[in-house]
């Protein structure tokens, strides 16, 4: 250590490191303060109507739970009408604070569903601040209330629109099967009528709201206090404080975007009940908004709303979603109420709760409307048998009625209401599975009176029913013979009565017959039907036909004498008294009294051969079983026909006149006639000929003297005309009629002698043909007389015949010759006569063709008494 | 006080000095403590300027020590930040003056006086002012003394955000201040520290003897 010391150099510093020391404080110091100064913030001023629960220092303004400024002073305003709030706000905030920033004050809440943000409870009011757009500025008016978060990224605004806001409030949860997704974040009537609560659903449960989810207030306690029991329903504790909102959400459907309008309905049941249909309905006395849609006793829907159409009542009405394959085009719906009646009362707690409508599914698509029926339709259930009833009148049956059978109740009607035409009255029953058997096809019923009086000789008998039938009456099963029950929808008889019952049924076992007659003939509904005097049927009624002014007279003939009505069967008037007398005597004939007090119809058989024309009724019994058919005549005034003058045909009768008047001309007689059915068709050609044939006496004798004591009869020649006619001019004189092809030929002579119509034609004495008619020839120049030879002398005249007067007396005096008086037959010194000789035989060459005339000679020569040619037949 | 300039004669002047770290009288030629191989040094003149330099950071970070808020505390959800000042006058609010005037000693007073002593102290050093060796001393003995207990707001803070740590409901932060007043402390303590002590007697002694004396 003996070391020489080096000396040392010591360097004087004029500044040692340790400067930077404050130098570095002081330049921190610096930054620290112009930051700070930087930092100081903005001041702004929010207007609040009130300070209440704002400090200042304490209260702060928050941004989405950062503290971005705070109350730094308040004053009242210039006007007094609140508080300028002087807020200092986070530099930071500054690119925020525009015209568009809204500033409102934010009360701590504690709700049920949660305490919001424990610090607030704590710390007191603050001021919230939503950031908006604009121009950058300083003096705000404070929001009276939170306005709706704008949607962000972090989850989805929807509006939902209800009729009311019930226990919602802002912060009420949005719940999807019973997990909190959301919250209500405003709310805010739209119009007068709806209040539109916005929601806002977090980000991951965004999606599970869809365009068609159907959102429904779950708030409080759904209590259904039927006389089935209580049933309380709720989402979770907290939506039962604080309300709440649940949704659904069909996977299929796409997303709701945000700012989507939803509507908000009452419950579940009803959101959820997405079918909507219509039912049409009369009256809806008992129909009410939320009137239950029942099956089975099961709700399955409701009526919304009811309003007035043209159709009557629409009632709006959901069905549940899950039971919306019910809703088939089959299905029937129908109005059910408490039933009260002497029986006992169905369903007693729907007459607190109203009416249901009740509902049976049927197949086929859904519908859109549907009637709704009074009552359960038909097939309702399956078990009973329904039928239809059809009575004449109600005989004070209504629904509810008890249908029985040896007093047992079997079933009951169910409605009543007149048919279609308005005929009846028709009733729906139905019959009890366990009396299915009892109804045949042919059962009918009878009405049991509650009340039944039976007053005769042996004295008087009353017996009543019970109660319920003197209210609802009720219906008495009579089993029918016929095997076979009455199907589903059978339509059977009802009766007011046994009696009714019987004369229906023996109505029934009558046939019907329908006749047609000019007149109403006396007859009325149950005037007796007659065969040989026994009632066999009775006249069911009596109608006027306008198209042919013709009476429809209906019979209705028991089924025993069915065998009657046969085409020969012919029908005519019963008269009380006829009486027919002729000249071969007096036939009386008394029909029943009962016949002759209503008038009757008589019914009898043609002969086995012989058809009637069925229809006909005629005026007696000879015209019916002589199928008599009616013409008209047209005869001069002057003839004196009256009725029953009978038609004849070379003297044979074969019809009869009915009537004879006069007509207003007084120049005409118009006859009603009857031809007999098996003559008509020969008499009825259009060239028919009909004449009167009177009486004539003259010399040559009487010709038809019958008619001196019966009257002018009618004659008729039967036409050739293929066409048929029913009405006929007669002539008074009767024509010629070719009947048996008689040779036809003229006589003419200068004057008419003593030849007349019917003037006898003789051939060596014998009559062979007569004069038929005489007439003027044309020129006046002499008279052309139409004659005949009888069709078996035809050969005995030819062209060679010559034809003279037989007529009267000749004298022949010569002065020695005497007096020769040369007469004919006594009967042509009466009568007049021609006669006729023929020189030669008759042969091909000299027969007499149609109207050849020949020259009525005065004067026999003797020389043609002698002709005697061998005419060969 | 003839008694006092014998006894005044300096170490440095026969040829003696100290070990600053084993307290080794030891002779002046030797550079390094023949007991504890400590660097021997006779007068450490830079230190003035290193006690200045630091007395003087100590003085600027005095400002946002006070200006910032030392504490941050939650209190249910309710943040107050607390400078030192608004914290002693809470607790003179709440009346509890006693530890209002502790913690008003303790991190006001203090720091002040130990900067406002130290700079005293140093400018009778570098300047020479006439002031009494011996108030210097007291004076000196006392800024050392009572400037470790200035770190008591700090012991209370560190203490207090170790323990009250409830989250929302009661929290307790450091501010910025706390940085700064940890470093105030930290600056002075070592101002007082760095300080070569011989210095002021070397330089002031004589002058303030002979001003005695005369």
């Known amino acids: ?873 | 006080m003839s008694n006092n300039n014998e006894t005044a004669t300096l170490g440095k002047d026969i040829g003696l000095t100290l070990c600053p770290t084993c307290h080794k009288v030891t002779c002046c030629k030797s550079e390094h403590c023949s007991r504890c191989d400590a660097p021997l040094i006779v007068r450490d003149y830079a230190s003035i300027q290193k006690s200045w330099a630091l007395l003087i950071t100590a003085a600027i970070l005095l400002f946002p020590a006070n200006i910032y808020p030392i504490t941050t505390l939650t209190n249910q959800g309710r943040v107050t930040q607390d400078t030192i000042f608004s914290g002693i006058a809470h607790l003179v609010k709440t009346d509890m003056i006693p530890i209002a005037i502790i913690l008003f000693t303790a991190s006001i007073l203090v720091p002040i006086l130990k900067i406002v002593g130290l700079s005293i102290y140093l400018s009778a050093i570098t300047f020479k002012l006439p002031i009494s060796k011996k108030k210097l001393m007291t004076g000196f003995h006392v800024i050392e003394w009572i400037g470790r207990w200035s770190m008591l707001d700090l012991f209370v803070i560190s203490l207090t955000v170790a323990v009250v740590n409830m989250g929302q409901l009661l929290d307790a932060k450091p501010a910025p201040a706390a940085t700064a007043f940890a470093l105030v402390i930290l600056l002075t303590q070592l101002a007082a520290k760095v300080i070569d002590t011989r210095l002021l007697w070397d330089r002031l002694e004589a002058k303030d003897d002979s001003s005695t004396n005369t």
């Open chain 1, 1 to 873: 250590m003996t070391q020489v010391q080096t000396p040392k150099i010591v360097k004087k510093k004029l500044f040692s490191p340790i400067w930077l020391l404050p130098i570095i404080a002081l330049a921190l110091g610096a930054w620290l303060g112009i930051k700070s100064i930087r930092e100081s913030g903005i001041e702004v001023t929010i207007h609040f109507p009130s300070a209440t629960g704002m400090d200042i220092g304490k209260t702060l303004v928050k941004y989405q739970g950062l503290t971005v400024g705070k109350v730094v002073d308040m004053s009242i305003d210039d006007t007094l009408q609140g508080v300028d709030v002087k807020v200092l706000m986070d530099y930071r905030s500054a690119p925020f604070i525009n015209d568009g920033t809204k500033f409102w004050l934010v009360k701590p809440k504690a709700t049920i569903t949660g305490v919001e943000g424990l610090d607030t409870l704590f710390s007191g009011n603050y001021i919230s601040i939503l950031p908006g757009e604009g121009d950058s500025r300083s003096y705000f008016e404070a929001e009276t209330k939170a306005p709706v978060i704008t949607p962000g990224v972090e989850g989805l605004i929807v509006h939902i629109k209800s009729d009311k806001l019930g226990s919602l409030d802002v912060g009420s949860p949005i719940f999807y099967r019973q997990i909190p997704v959301g919250q209500v974040v405003g709310y805010h009537l739209e119009g007068t009528d709806d209040i539109l609560v916005t929601a806002f659903v977090q980000q991951q449960y965004a999606e599970l709201v869809k365009v068609d989810s159907q959102f429904w207030n779950v708030s409080g306690i759904s209590v259904d206090a039927s006389f089935s029991g209580i049933k309380v329903n709720s989402e979770s504790l907290a939506s039962i404080l604080a309300g709440g909102i649940s949704f659904s959400s069909n996977s299929h459907s796409s997303i709701a975007q945000n700012n989507h309008e939803f509507t908000l309905f009452e419950n579940e049941e009803e959101a959820l009940g997405g079918i909507s249909f219509n039912l049409i309905g009369d009256g809806s006395e008992s129909v009410s908004n939320n009137t239950s849609i029942v099956y089975r006793g099961i709700q399955i829907g409701q009526v919304v709303n009811k309003r007035l159409s043209d159709d009557g009542i629409i009632l709006s009405a959901k069905i549940n979603n899950l039971y919306q394959e019910l809703l088939t085009d089959s299905a029937h719906f129908w109005l059910e109420g408490a039933d009260i009646s002497l029986s006992g009362i169905k369903h007693p707690e729907r007459l607190i709760t109203g009416s249901v409508i009740n509902f049976i599914p049927g197949t086929g698509a859904a519908r859109s409307s549907y009637p709704l029926l009074q009552h359960a339709p038909e097939s309702t259930n399956n078990k009973k048998r329904l039928l239809t009833l059809s009575a004449n009148s109600n005989p004070g049956v209504s629904s509810g009625a008890e249908i029985r059978y040896k007093k047992i109740k079997i079933g009951q009607v169910l409605s009543s209401q007149l048919s279609d035409d308005f005929n009846k009255v028709v009733y729906q029953a139905e019959i009890d599975a366990d009396f299915v058997e009892l109804v045949s096809s042919n059962s009918y019923f009878v009405t049991e009176s509650a009340f039944e009086l039976d007053a005769s000789i042996e004295g008087v008998k009353v017996s009543t029913g019970d109660l319920n039938t003197l209210t609802n009456g009720a219906l008495t099963l009579v089993r029918g013979t016929d095997k076979a029950l009455a199907k589903e929808g059978d339509n059977l008889n009802v009766f007011a009565s046994a009696d009714d019952a019987s004369a229906f049924f023996h109505q029934q076992g009558l046939i019907s017959k329908r006749l047609i007659h000019q007149d109403a003939a006396d007859l009325s509904p149950g005037s007796p039907v007659y065969y040989k005097k026994m009632q066999i049927g009775e006249v069911t009624q009596v109608n006027w036909q306008a198209n042919d002014n013709n009476f429809a007279i209906d019979l209705a003939i028991e089924k025993a004498f069915a065998s009657l009505l046969t085409e020969r069967t012919v029908f005519w008037r019963n008269s009380a008294l006829a009486i027919n007398a002729s000249l071969s005597g007096v036939e009386v004939d008394v029909a029943p009294l009962m016949g002759a007090l209503k008038g009757g119809i008589s019914l009898g058989l043609l002969d086995a051969d012989r058809v009637s024309n069925g229809k006909n009724l005629y005026d007696n019994q000879f015209l019916a079983l002589s199928q008599a058919q009616i013409i008209t005549l047209s005869v001069p005034a002057s003839a004196r026909l009256a009725a029953k003058a009978p038609i004849r045909y070379l003297g044979h009768k074969v019809g009869e006149v009915e009537t004879v008047t006069l007509t207003p001309n007084l120049k005409e007689l118009t006859v009603t006639a009857y031809l007999y059915g098996e003559y008509a068709a020969s008499f009825t050609q259009q060239d028919a000929s009909y004449s009167i044939v009177d009486a004539n006496i003259s010399l040559a004798g009487i010709t038809a003297p019958e008619t001196i004591l019966t009257g002018p009869y009618i004659e008729v020649f039967p036409g050739s005309s293929s066409a048929k006619a029913s009405s006929f001019t007669a002539a008074i004189a009767s024509a010629f009629h070719n009947i048996d092809n008689a040779l036809v030929f003229n006589l003419s002579n200068n004057t008419l002698g003593s030849v007349k119509a019917g003037t006898a034609i003789f051939f060596r004495g014998v009559k062979i043909g007569q004069v038929d008619s005489y007439e003027l020839s044309p020129q006046g120049t002499g008279v052309i007389m139409q004659a005949h030879i009888e069709n078996k002398y035809k050969h005995l005249v030819n062209s060679t015949s010559v034809f003279w007067d037989l007529s009267g007396v000749k004298v022949d005096v010569g002065l020695f010759s005497g007096a020769q008086i040369e007469t004919g037959s006594l009967e042509t010194i009466l009568a007049g006569g021609i006669g006729v000789a023929t020189e030669m035989p008759t042969s091909s060459a000299n027969q007499i063709t149609n109207e050849q005339t020949f020259p009525l000679n005065k004067n026999l020569e003797p020389e043609w008494l002698n002709w005697a040619p061998k005419q060969e037949l």
